[in-house]
């Protein structure tokens, strides 16, 4: 038994590669070709060649190899689909010389036709010698050649301009993975470097010394590269910077869908899965609805994916929030005695033991137990006996194949946990951002959305409230409970937050500042009442009558009922008021204002007070004062280690929001009280006197 | 008097010279601009027409039938100008091949031998 050759790789696999490395060399460095035609090596055309996977049943010596072909890239006008044909007809070495279109090829090493070439002369000048449409930065659509089937299944990337504000405003891929000596990163930079820039995705581990050598949101946006615009969160308190990604608030959405959960246990029933071994795999939708993605990308293409919008799971990774696809597996595994870890069975036995079965029911008739307990139309493995059907059947069919399976065993493998036999699993330990150790994990880069609909646009309460998906929003913890439906655990969970930390900070934003917010209103409108009445006493007729001090009531209260009006009308407020996002975002100017106010109404109070008392017996004496002097003090203790924010005081730091919104609801009620006091203690005679 | 037009004489003749070799020099300066800028040109990312090579490395010319029945060789013929090695050193060209898996998925699955399509496919 041998699993997936070199040669295979080439076939299987060449499409989207561009040549070189492991198409042109063996695991030792010789090149296939020659150390194949050399007669000393010992190798034999298409022979098992002592089960080396670099030689068995390969042909390397009348293919050729796949050499790194530069015109893939650089040539705008490269013909993929002509050099894959001559890849699937085992005519490597002609695949660059066809895919440039600089020659016909016909003929086929597979089907023993002499390969021959004709070249077109009219690419040709007289000297015989080329000048082809060369581009040093590739196009697009030449990454999206390859880039863009496989970014659709788990990733969701739609790499469309429709759908991200980077390529509608014309950037290309090379803009931010460039490569050469132009690019900044000391890394990847150097004449003839082919190191792409790349991002970090927690479940890519190709050269991982080479992270992050992409352009990053700031190299743009705070240095205005390609004349960026530059990103102004000047009304985000900076704390949210350090622990959320850029691309959390701005992929607030995911355009088109990705696969949640894959399970490779079962036979997918789909139509228009177009190889045997695709159906092996099952996918799911975020919605946990199957989804048939080989049929759709059969069917559609992936220039016509369809829009099928939904909200992105956040997760940490590396200790920031970022918005991610977590993958959800189950598969069969084989637990080998003595190794932590997992093996896993050929898919194509999987597929060929499922295809024996639905030819004939009474082989392999455990798997007839396995239901569809949702209703959906796709058997699943999610109850006791099922598992355990699963577990016989796949350990009966690699028995008949031969499979040695001394010191081994066949088990099935759902996320985290790994199970023996249907009431017996072990949970193995996962990285705080996966689902499952065996599934990927993609953080979402691309299909950006404009600013304007970035998350907090419409101020905290986009993330901090009650019906926010930011923290409430449910997430799947498990695909299937034993009646086949998924279980949910809610965001913040996934995000190592506690349910009261999550309530605070909902209750601050939802409640705690509107109401401060209204209390504003009611000052202001005591403040008219105050001031008319001055207005009145300084510039009114000599003789002042209740009458008078009714109409600034009126307009006091009038004022507030407007508030209360325009509350029910949004537009009106929004455009009458400052919105809750100004307001928001001007937090500590507002904060700063109450704070001075309340400041200056406890002086005006502390000086009306018993003049010849000490300050702290005039605070004391006064119940008023005592409210603004504490919210005052709280205030600066909570402002101070929010400006700070140590990491070391934990709790308390979180806590610090509150305590310091509370502290300004608390002076601004000081205040209230103090000028309801002056309005209706103002000793307004009835009748003016005038001295002589 | 006889010195003033001798003084002027050599004045001239000075001058003369001088509007020579700075002639000379703005012409120098301006050859090797141009052949600076042709250097420039050749080496700074513009491909010359250039031939084909094939596997072994000869010419390939359609236009006067020169082995003209074999398929180009990438590595030949751009190798010729450029780093072909270091190229395909890039991660795209070699997937994986020829690094260890990361530590956790190679301990977690069994049958990954590299971190990349080549062999690790997980």
Same mark, same amino acid.
């Given at each position: ?22 198409? @042109? ?18 190798? /034999? ?32 006008? %490269?013909?993929?689909? *002509?050099? $894959? ?18 020659? &016909? ?63 509608? *405003? ?10 050469? +000596? ?61 622990? &959320? ?32 071994? +695709? ?35 956040? *997760?940490?990774?590396?200790?920031? /929030? ?14 080998? @005695?003595?190794? $932590? ?37 796709? /058997? ?59 599934? $990927? ?35 799947? +913890? ?9 279980? %949910? ?102 904060? *700063? ?10 002086? &005006? ?65 000081? /205040? ?21 | ?30 050859? #090797?601009?141009?052949?600076?800028? #042709? ?73 990954? #031998? ?9």
């Amino acid at each position: 038994m041998i699993d997936m050759t070199s040669f295979d790789f080439v076939v299987q696999c060449g499409s989207c590669h561009p040549g070189g490395g492991p198409l @042109e060399f063996d695991r030792e460095g010789y090149r296939y070709d020659s150390l194949m035609s050399d007669p000393n090596s010992g190798l /034999i055309s298409g022979g098992e060649n002592n089960l080396d996977g670099d030689y068995y049943k390969a042909q390397w010596d009348k293919s050729g190899v796949l050499e790194a072909d530069c015109f893939l890239c650089h040539m705008p006008e %490269y013909n993929f689909s *002509a050099r $894959n044909q001559q890849i699937n007809k085992l005519n490597f070495r002609w695949a660059a010389t066809t895919g440039s279109g600089l020659a &016909i090829v016909t003929g086929s090493v597979k089907e023993e036709k002499t390969v021959k070439v004709s070249y077109d002369k009219s690419r040709f000048d007289e000297d015989g010698r080329l000048s082809p449409h060369i581009v040093r930065e590739p196009r697009t659509q030449t990454c999206l050649n390859c880039h863009a089937k496989p970014g659709w299944k788990k990733r969701g990337a739609n790499f469309r301009a429709r759908t991200d504000v980077h390529l509608a *405003a014309g950037l290309m891929c090379v803009d931010c993975h460039p490569a050469g +000596k132009y690019v900044d990163d000391e890394r990847i930079k150097g004449k003839d470097v082919h190191q792409v820039g790349k991002g970090d995705d927690p479940g890519g581990h190709v050269r991982d010394d080479l992270d992050n050598t992409c352009r990053d949101c700031t190299q743009c946006h705070e240095k205005g590269y390609l004349n960026a615009p530059i990103a102004n969160h000047s009304w985000l308190p900076p704390l949210h910077l350090d622990k &959320i990604a850029c691309q959390t608030c701005h992929i607030p959405q995911r355009p088109v869908k990705a696969a949640l959960f894959q399970a490779s246990d079962v036979f997918n029933p789909g139509t228009k899965i177009p190889e045997k071994g +695709k159906y092996l795999w099952v996918f799911y939708g975020p919605d946990m609805k199957y989804w048939n993605h080989y049929g759709e990308l059969e069917m559609m293409g992936f220039d016509d994916k369809p829009t099928d919008p939904y909200r992105p799971v956040f *997760a940490r990774y590396k200790e920031k /929030i970022y918005p991610v696809n977590q993958l959800h597996s189950a598969w069969p595994g084989i637990e080998i @005695e003595g190794k $932590n870890g997992l093996a896993q069975p050929l898919m194509s036995d999987v597929y060929k033991m499922w295809m024996t079965f639905k030819n004939d029911i009474t082989s392999y008739a455990d798997l007839a137990l396995i239901k569809d307990d949702n209703d959906d139309g796709v /058997i699943e493995i999610n109850r006791p006996e099922e598992i355990d059907a699963l577990i016989s059947a796949v350990t009966s069919y690699l028995r008949k194949t031969g499979y040695p399976l001394e010191g081994k065993r066949v088990v099935w493998v759902s996320n985290d946990r790994i199970y023996r036999s249907g009431k017996e699993f072990e949970q193995v330990p996962t990285e705080p951002w996966e689902a499952s150790p065996y599934g $990927n994990v993609h953080k979402y880069t691309h299909d950006i959305y404009p600013a304007r609909a970035a998350l907090g646009v419409n101020g905290c309460g986009d993330c901090h409230s009650r019906s926010s998906d930011f923290f409430y929003a449910s997430v799947v +913890k498990r695909p299937f409970d034993e009646k086949g439906n998924p279980v %949910y655990e809610p965001q913040y969970k996934l995000l190592g937050l506690t349910s009261w930390s999550v309530s605070l900070g909902m209750f601050r934003e939802s409640n705690l500042k509107p109401t401060l917010y209204v209390l504003f209103v009611v000052l202001i409108s005591l403040f008219v009442i105050w001031a008319v009445d001055r207005a009145i006493e300084i510039l009114g007729p000599p003789s002042i009558g209740l009458h008078h001090r009714l109409f600034s009531w009126i307009i006091g209260v009038a004022i507030f009922l407007l508030f209360v009006y325009l509350m029910g009308h949004r537009e009106l407020l929004e455009f009458m008021l400052p919105s809750r996002f100004w307001l928001d975002s001007h937090h500590f100017g507002v904060g *700063a204002g109450v704070m001075i106010v309340g400041t200056i109404a406890l002086l &005006i109070r502390l000086k009306q007070l018993y003049p010849g008392r000490r300050i702290r017996k005039r605070v004391a004496s006064c119940f008023r004062c005592t409210l603004i002097a504490i919210g005052l003090a709280f205030a600066a203790l909570s402002g101070i280690i929010m400006l700070m924010h140590p990491e070391a005081l934990g709790v308390i730091t979180r806590l610090s929001y509150l305590v310091f919104d509370l502290s300004l609801a608390l002076i601004v009620v000081g /205040i209230i009280l103090v000028v309801f006091r002056e309005i209706v203690s103002a000793k307004v005679p009835l009748v003016k006197s005038h001295h002589m | 008097m006889l010195n003033e037009k001798l003084n002027l004489k050599i004045g001239f003749i000075i001058l003369l010279m001088l509007s020579t070799i700075a002639l000379c020099l703005a012409k120098y300066s301006q050859s #090797t601009e141009q052949k600076r800028e #042709t250097e420039h040109i050749s080496v700074e990312g513009v491909c010359p027409p250039f031939h084909l090579y094939d596997e072994q490395g000869k010419v390939i010319d359609p236009v006067h039938g020169i082995n003209s029945d074999k398929p180009y060789s990438p590595k030949q013929t751009c190798g010729k100008c450029h780093d072909y090695n270091k190229i395909s050193e890039g991660f795209h060209f070699q997937q994986g091949r020829g690094e260890k898996p990361n530590p956790l998925t190679a301990e977690r699955c069994l049958w990954v #031998t590299s971190p990349g399509n080549y062999g690790g496919n997980w």
